[in-house]
């Protein structure tokens, strides 16, 4: 079936004959998304491969990369072949055609063994302050080290940048609170913009290609707008639920809003996406970190911190498109080309197939991620992707 592209040519996908009567199927780049945690090993209870590859096809995504915060972490050879063969197991179960890149995880220990593993990851994951997981990496000298082994080996750092003493001093104000409001208090944005700016600096010093993930707050962009005028080479990540999330949305959620770094004001939310349109901020990753919906009915202090996003990101960008919020190619920029120009990632020629004028409510029921909810669930989107093409076969969203 003929079929336009999003830069208006015409070219011959595998569609089902059903679509050829509507006018507003697009062709998109196969969609890349630089930061999932699919949860094995370990967590198999929130993700595995069968419903994290089905939930990634479902969000119109071809290539995801899996983020190292497992059990056990993944940090050096062993543990990045176990878990390469769980993935490839998995994927071959379930018929899966979908395309990965792993993250290894940073230590004191493995500084200078991540070098002979450099053709086998994506990037080196950096928690600068504590997150899910065991990993983590507060010693500046320690930082520094594994900046100038990056730089000299030419890896990708990504950085986890909330700084872990700024972290704890925040915690103490809040001694045994149960209410998630103070999510946002204890992790305040001083410990996002801290360790932003440590990072900047290492990167600028070692030539090292930084990549921030999940910023949050209007300082992160303006200092990252700056060290990028100044050359230094920081590329940023934004996720969905920092742009269509707010503080507000405690009230409604409770814990399930809760994730790392926390969600923040309207006024952030607004600098985010004016760091979009300006080209401050060069990509959409989902930080898909699903939880049980027990686990997440825990009180705050026992529920754990992180959304399900990868069905409900382009479907979210879409909608914005709708309403004049973003071009089309300013999503593909952002979901498709800046990944594969920062981590050099050469993807196979895939397309991600989206009906336009297609209206669906989110639903918790809809979702293939094992945690079977979403923090979007209630909102009527327009614009919903409806399969993938790769290796010139049809994977529709919904089967
Ligand atoms: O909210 C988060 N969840 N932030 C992280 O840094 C980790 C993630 C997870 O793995 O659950
Ligand atoms: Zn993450």
Redesign the pocket.
Known sequence: MKIRTWDNQTIDLPLPDTYSTKKNIVALPGLIDPHV?F?VPGAEEKEDWHTGSKAAIAGGYTTIFD?P?NTPPCVNKATLQEKTTRIEHMLREADSPLAYKLWIGATEENIQKIPELKHDIIGIKV?MGA???TLLMDNPDMQEALFKMAGEHNIVIGA?AEDEAELQKGKKGFPGTTDVHDHSKIRDRSAAVKAVSHAIVFAKTYHTTLYI??VSTKEEVEIIRKAKQEGVTVYAEVTPHHLFLSEQDYNTLGTKA????PLRTAEDQQALWQGIVDGTIDTIGT?H???TLEQKALPYGQA????PGIETALPLMLDAYHKGKITLERIIDIMHTNSTKIFSYIPEKTWTIVDLDLIKTVRDQDMFTKSRWSPFAGRELKGWPIGVVINNIYYPSHT
């Open positions: 945690h949860r983020m915060n928690f997150s899910t997981g986890h993930l999940h809760q994730m790392n770094p930080d970190a699903p939880h754990p911190s992180g959304v």
